[in-house]
């Protein structure tokens, strides 16, 4: 997911996204670990779509301006 697609949602959205993803990735390193995984880059996927989330909670909880707002 993009950050502009996150920014959309809500606070209480975003952090229910990030326990989804949070436990998807959880999953992924079990399949990765066991040999049954078939993406190999998923749980890479994951971490950053994780990552994207929180800095967009972390702006929020600030009361940041997105930056294209700003120009």
């Known amino acids: 997911m993009e950050a502009r697609e996150l920014r959309e949602l809500g606070v209480p959205e975003l952090t229910t996204k990030v326990t989804q993803w ?3 990735l959880f999953r992924s390193k079990l399949k990765k670990f066991s040999g049954e995984a078939g993406d190999t880059t998923a749980s890479r996927k994951l971490r950053r779509d994780i990552a994207r989330a929180l800095t967009v909670l972390n702006e929020k909880k ?3 301006e997105s930056p294209k707002a700003e120009k």
């Open 22 to 24: 949070k436990e998807e």
């Open 62 to 64: 600030v009361g940041k």
